[in-house]
């Protein structure tokens, strides 16, 4: 999508293995979000931030932690992968003001496979 | 948030305007109705959004009850390339942001 790049787009790992994924954007919008998407589940926010080192957790943040050192790029680190986090993740962002302050912006997907 | 409610699935067949409800019955006077699609693996894609008048763009139109309770997404004229998950959620338009997608409605459209 334009303006928004997530890497790796495909990464298979093993249990206990460190893992981060990174979200790249080029929008200077200040909203960022991290969510996973699994079967049965629809998407589900793991954590999101509102700002340079402004994060806050989501519905599903057990596990993962994130980091925002700068505005165009939101970390999500799986600290010791399990089979449980085996999942597709989304990055989205949206600028949180104007007209379409609530409209979201979504990457590509990261597909990650823990072993 | 307000929650949503829509159908699991949905069949149209293409050419025809393929109409997706949602049912938002707890929703605030400062809350915006969302729609996105998600096509196969894709990232989700936005698609219209609206307070309390309708709206239309070059996707969609969207149509709010007077209450505000419920919401239709309208495709006029629905191709195959309109298969996906449709997700209605209601979020405030501004502040923090806490977006929580639902299961959606799984559209397929029938040649």
């Known amino acids: 999508d334009a303006g928004i790049t997530q890497s790796p787009r495909h990464k298979v790992t093993e249990t206990g293995t460190p893992v981060t994924l990174r979200c790249h954007q080029t929008e200077n919008h200040r909203y960022m979000y991290w969510y996973r998407q699994d079967p049965g589940h629809g998407l589900r926010l793991i954590h999101y931030?509102?700002?340079?080192?402004?994060?806050d957790k989501g519905e599903v943040s057990d596990g993962y932690s994130v980091s925002r050192s700068k505005t165009e790029d939101f970390l999500l680190t799986l600290e010791s992968a399990t089979s449980s986090q085996t999942s597709v993740y989304f990055c989205a962002i949206s600028p949180g003001q104007g007209a379409g302050a609530n409209v979201l912006t979504f990457g590509a997907g990261s597909r990650l496979t823990v072993l | 948030d307000a929650k949503t409610t829509q159908p699991p699935s949905m069949d149209c067949a293409e050419g025809r305007a393929a109409n997706l409800p949602c049912n938002h019955s707890?929703?605030?006077?400062?809350?915006?109705v969302y729609w996105y699609r998600q096509i196969h693996s894709q990232g989700p894609q936005y698609i219209i959004h609206?307070?309390?008048n309708n709206e239309t763009n070059e996707m969609a139109s969207l149509i709010i009850t007077e209450d505000r309770k419920s919401s239709t997404l309208i495709l006029p004229h629905a191709t195959l390339r309109d298969t996906a998950v449709y997700y209605c959620?209601?979020?405030?338009?501004?502040?923090?942001?806490?977006?929580?997608f639902g299961t959606g409605t799984r559209l397929t459209i029938i040649p």
């Open positions: 931030s509102y700002g340079v080192k402004d994060t």
């Open positions: 609206g307070l309390k």
């Open positions: 707890t929703i605030s006077g400062n809350e915006y």
């Open positions: 959620i209601v979020r405030g338009a501004f502040g923090n942001e806490k977006l929580t």
